[in-house]
């Protein structure tokens, strides 16, 4: 059973733009924060973007302004727009829920992740 599914990832050019897509369970989406996070070939993965007490946004600094989280309650989804996208944010994207409440308290959910490659 997937409790997350990504989509909406593909291949732009620099500049270009993308929205990715997640669609949680129920449960997830109601008991749960919910984020984006992303993992460059080599490197950790990062948070991108979040939010925190199920209403507050909170994005990393290389964001600056280019991206923005959404959550749509009627569809139980949560999407990342993504502008003015550059090469080095080439990555997969995963969406992420943790901080989880009462019976799901404890547990963490990924996403399988959806691929983003910009072009030079």
């Known amino acids: 059973q997937a409790h997350l599914v990504e989509s909406g990832g593909g291949l732009v050019q620099d500049g270009g733009s993308l929205r990715l897509s997640c669609t949680a369970s129920?449960?997830?989406?109601?008991?749960?924060?919910l984020a984006w996070y992303r993992q460059a070939p080599g490197k950790a993965r990062e948070l991108v973007a979040e939010?925190?007490?199920?209403?507050?946004?909170n994005y990393a600094a290389f964001v600056k302004g280019r991206f923005t989280i959404r959550r749509d309650n009627a569809n139980s989804a949560v999407y990342l727009k993504l502008d003015d996208l550059k090469p080095e944010d080439t990555a997969v994207y995963y969406c992420?829920?943790?901080?989880?409440?009462?019976?799901?308290?404890?547990?963490?959910?990924w996403g399988q992740g959806t691929q983003v490659t910009v072009s030079s």
């Open positions: 992420n829920a943790d901080r989880c409440q009462r019976r799901l308290r404890g547990r963490s959910y």
């Open positions: 129920g449960s997830i989406f109601s008991l749960c924060d």
């Open positions: 939010y925190t007490s199920g209403t507050y946004e």
